[in-house]
């Protein structure tokens, strides 16, 4: 009896078409060449090389044949066009390409674009005609728009995108600034609207005016750019839209159902890029390439954040893979590495430190809330035993230094103070202090968490001088003119001087508020009087940390009720501010503060006792770890926190044992000691 064969089933199809380039890069083995007089230029046995690469649709077309187990039909430049610089018939970009290390510290070094140089577009009216198929439609039909031309010439325009009878199940359109408008954009919305996926960056959009600010919470940003997205009628008419934040995420705008936030907890935009010196490039192609694959393997399924992962992955591994030889050898590893990428954008490369996350419309939402499915006792406990790494895998928590946060409030803070400090670092003149205020109950670590994020900001062997001044402790405001000098001398000294002015709502000769108006002029013209004189302060960051008031909101509110203490004009002198919480619950729905806890008291131990740690794992009785958490009040804030380690008696022990723990008469000090004991005993 004979077996009949199942009938074979179709191979995926995916065309590639749209705009081309030549991709041409000056090759400069090192940067240091450039600072040598011409003489000795000419000696150096350096290689500058130039070599060209198919960039745009062409380089789509040959990273998705790599990559997808499809038919694919694309587009290749004429070869006279990677090799004749003078040839017009295509679009030349030039750029220069240096060594970078590969990482911080890394002694490995890898090709990175040094800076873009410019594009020369092609006089020819016709881009390069896409190979169309000749049977039935693409299943993924993949569209590079660059705004070099293809955008308004129909005539270079594949069949399937013109015949009713041929349409793709997908249509990918990688597109450049302007994001709408034109003949293509105009064909796409009427025709195939609900097929179309668009992909873009958010610097593309912030050129056209988006309200995109600057990266202060994974939070904050998703939510404004999909109301940004969806704000555009152009532009939500697509099925869905997937903007770029950099090489730390993405965002995943559906028209019509819920959006998806791809994130690195560790990083938030930018971040990522940071120590890693030099220019990205190619996360557009990767990440567009991830999304074909995937439309043409899952064509009725089809998970575009998984894509999406793997096209971040494939940009992180393009910025810090392309390998440079040693000092001998001759450049090599600028070529676009396609093979290299294959298996990335395959999703076959583990670990993968991208989450997806539904994006709720309420704007307060909180990531933590909606990854963890623990109580957050737990959580907080296996923060403190695992490491916020291992315990919050899911959620960002923003470091600085030795301080953590899970608490969006805080994390927005704090990065907006330390945006605010990085662009009056960046200003080539700073003629007067830069002002901001901290505040925070008793105990909340205002200095700590300020001192690591400016050391973070201001990297460098003696730049910057910390100096600290408790008003409070000064008897007059002629105490001031003397501290002012020694900022004045810090800068002299050609140091940057951090100036805390610890307690400055403190009252000064019984009146309240009363050293607002003496920092009026040194704040506004950085001047201060000695002896009649008027004294130039210099570059400076002042940082006022208030006693009296844990929040600005209550610093602010009751200022202002306050006669000539000139608060109006103190509060117009300052550039921004920041509120730590600190380890006690800041109102009553504030459910933070054991993760506040946990991450504080953690970093306690790592400080003071790290033998209790056994391959990054604590080891601590759990009655004591219930009582740390779970504990009312700390009445002094963090500094009781640490004060209860200290008093403990933890040398040369390898746990974190009950019996370790100072008694009852000195835990009282700061503590409620009966319900400490007490939680303990889990009483």
Avoid at 266 to 272: A, L, N, R
Avoid at 318 to 339: I, K
Avoid at 414 to 438: D, F, H, K, T, W
């Amino acid at each position: 009896m004979s077996s009949v064969a199942p009938p074979r089933q179709r191979r995926p199809s995916i065309q590639i078409t749209g705009d081309s380039t030549a991709d041409w890069m000056l090759i400069v083995p090192g940067a240091a060449a450039s600072m040598l007089q011409v003489s000795y230029q000419w000696e150096s046995r350096a290689a500058v090389q130039i070599v060209a690469q198919p960039g745009g649709a062409s380089l789509l077309s040959a990273l998705i044949a790599t990559v997808a187990d499809a038919e694919v039909r694309g587009i290749e430049v004429p070869p006279r066009a990677l090799s004749d610089p003078s040839y017009d018939g295509l679009t030349r970009a030039y750029s220069v390409w240096q060594p970078y290390p590969a990482g911080a510290g890394s002694a490995e070094l890898v090709w990175r674009m040094h800076q873009l140089l410019g594009v020369q577009r092609s006089p020819a009216p016709v881009t390069l005609v896409a190979q169309d198929a000749t049977g039935d439609a693409p299943d993924c039909l993949v569209i590079e728009d660059a705004n070099l031309g293809f955008r308004e010439c129909v005539d270079a325009w594949p069949a399937c995108l013109t015949d009713a009878a041929r349409q793709p199940l997908h249509i990918i359109l990688k597109r450049s600034n302007p994001l709408a408008g034109g003949r293509l954009w105009d064909e796409l919305l009427r025709h195939h609207a609900d097929r179309l996926t668009v992909y873009c960056s958010a610097n593309d959009l912030r050129k056209e005016y988006a309200p995109l600010g600057q990266a202060l919470s994974w939070e904050r940003t998703a939510s404004d750019l999909v109301a940004a997205v969806r704000e555009r009628a152009d532009l939500s008419g697509a099925a869905r839209v997937i903007v770029s934040l950099g090489l730390s995420g993405a965002i995943i705008v559906e028209r019509d159902g819920p959006s998806t936030l791809v994130f690195d907890p560790t990083h938030q935009e930018g971040d990522w890029e940071r120590p890693r010196p030099g220019t990205p490039t190619g996360l557009g192609t990767c990440l567009t390439s991830a999304l074909a694959v995937e439309a043409a393997a899952n064509r009725h399924l089809t998970d575009w954040a998984a894509a999406t992962v793997n096209g971040l992955m494939a940009g992180r591994a393009l910025h810090t893979r392309r390998v440079v030889a040693g000092p001998s050898d001759e450049p090599r590893g600028f070529q676009f590495p396609t093979a290299m990428l294959a298996p990335i954008l395959r999703g076959e490369e583990h670990p993968k430190p991208f989450r997806p996350i539904p994006v709720p419309d309420d704007a307060g939402w909180r990531i933590y809330a909606n990854a963890s499915t623990e109580d957050y006792r737990e959580l907080a406990g296996r923060i403190v035993v695992e490491g916020d790494l291992d315990a919050c895998r899911d959620m960002p928590v923003e470091r600085v230094g030795g301080w953590a946060s899970l608490d969006r409030t805080e994390i927005e803070s704090m990065r907006s103070v330390r945006n605010i400090i990085n662009e009056y670092l960046a200003q080539g003149r700073r003629g007067r202090p830069l002002s901001l205020a901290v505040f925070g109950p008793p105990g909340s670590g205002k200095s700590f968490a300020i001192k690591h994020m400016a050391r973070e900001s201001m990297t460098g062997p003696g730049q910057v001088a910390i100096l600290e001044f408790n008003l409070s402790q000064f008897s007059s405001p002629a105490d001031l003119p003397a501290a002012l000098q020694r900022v004045r001398d810090c800068t002299v000294g050609e140091t940057l001087p951090l100036v805390f002015w610890d307690e400055f709502d403190t009252p000064l000769g019984g009146r309240e508020l009363g050293w607002l108006a003496q920092f009026l002029a040194p704040m506004q013209d950085g001047l201060f009087l000695e002896h009649g004189n008027a004294r130039p302060i210099g570059p400076a960051i002042f940082i006022f940390a208030g006693g009296a008031h844990p929040t600005m909101a209550s610093f602010k509110a009751r200022a202002v009720e306050v006669p000539s203490a000139k608060a109006t004009d103190f509060l117009s002198r300052l550039r921004g501010y920041v509120d730590i919480l600190g380890p006690n619950p800041a109102s009553g729905d504030d459910e933070t503060f054991l993760m506040r806890r946990a991450l504080l008291l953690r970093a306690l131990l790592l400080q003071k006792a790290r033998g209790l740690f056994h391959g990054g794992r604590l080891d601590i009785d759990p009655g004591v770890l219930r009582a740390f958490i779970d504990v009312t009040t700390y009445v002094h804030g963090a500094r009781s926190m640490e004060s209860i380690v200290d008093m403990s008696a933890l040398s040369g022990k390898t746990r974190y044992e009950r019996s370790a723990l100072p008694p009852q008469h000195q835990l009282s000090l700061h503590v409620d000691a009966d319900e400490f004991l007490g939680l303990v005993r889990n009483v």
